[in-house]
Each structure stands twice: as C-alpha cells, then as structure tokens.
C-alpha cells in the first residue's frame, strides 16, 4: 500500500552504520557502494522524524538531484527567501517515526513559484521506498548545506561518528549548522 508522509525538517542528522549482506552462494551480492554505510534522520520537531539507510550510491544520486535541481529555483521575493520551518509538535509521549528501509528513489524539488499554489518557499527532499511509499520533507536552505556536507562525507566515506567540521565544532543538523546558540540548546 503506497502511503506519502510530509512534515518541515527543522534539523539533521547523519551516522554511519555497519551493514552486512549474506549473500547466498552461487549469487553475486552488491558492490560495496551499493551496501548502506550511513544512516540520514529529518527531525521535524520534538515528536516527528524519518529516516532512510543511505549506500555511498545513494549519496551520490541525492547530491546528483540537488545539483540538477538548483538552476530550476526561481527567483524568489525576499519573504519566501527567509522561510523557515516549524515543529510538528505531537501531545505529550506520542512518536511519529518513518524508516525507509530499502531506498529506491529519490528527488529534490527547489523553492520556487507554483501557478496553483504560488509560491513554494522551501526545498522538498522526497524519499521513496520499495512499495512506492514516499517520505516528503520540507527543508531550508540552511539545512539544505548541512544535509549536502552530510552526503558529500557518505558519498566519500568519510562520515564519522562524531564528525567535527573545518573550525572542530560538531556539527549540530539544526537548521544554522553555525550557530552557536542552536548546538547549546
């Protein structure tokens, strides 16, 4: 059954993960690129996330869409040009949590002006699974540099457990990677 799920991201998170594949014999199992190396969380708040085990494939076919996305971004007004997301906030002690187990697509669509709609202020990452299902997340701009250092290191190999940027701090996944006040709270 294909269901479609969309909240605002307002962090992120990459780890790497240790995966190992049986592969039964006589069959020829994945390439190394192809066996999920990290895992990548979109946190939409207290209450709501979604996650998706990523090979260094993937990681490359997802930089690959937000490189092919970017020149269609439309000229946006300043007010669209400053969106920022909101928590999806749940009554107390209740989780919505989303894995995507076995990522088969993925695309990025950047802010830009809908003739229906108007006008669409943020980037859309949609994760699509197996049975068709899709995960559509919301997402800054400023998350959009955390998430493409993030799969930059994946796609490389070099994502760590406790990655520290150029200036030693550890990167926080909140929407300003930057900010001080933000990696305290």
Request: net charge negative; aromatic share 4%.
């Amino acid at each position: 059954m294909r269901h479609t799920i969309a909240f605002q991201a307002t962090a992120f998170q990459a780890a790497p993960v240790d995966v190992q594949i049986e592969v039964p014999e006589g069959e020829e199992g994945p390439s190394p690129d192809q066996i999920p190396s990290a895992i990548i969380v979109f946190l939409g708040g207290p209450s709501v996330q979604a996650s998706a085990f990523v090979s260094r494939e993937d990681a490359e076919n997802l930089m690959g869409a937000f490189t092919q996305a970017e020149p269609m971004r439309g000229d946006m007004p300043p007010e669209a040009q400053a969106w920022e997301p909101e928590e999806t906030v749940m009554p107390a002690a209740m989780l919505f949590g989303v894995n995507v187990e076995s990522l088969v697509g993925a695309a990025v669509t950047p802010p830009h002006m809908n003739d229906e709609i108007g006008i669409v202020p943020h980037w859309t990452v949609q994760l699509q699974d197996a049975d068709g299902s899709s995960v559509q997340v919301a997402v800054s701009d400023a998350l959009c540099v955390t998430i493409i250092r993030a799969l930059s290191q994946i796609a490389a190999g070099e994502l760590s457990a406790d990655e520290d940027d150029e200036d030693g701090a550890v990167l926080n996944g909140l929407a300003d990677p930057d900010s001080v006040e933000d990696a305290e709270e």
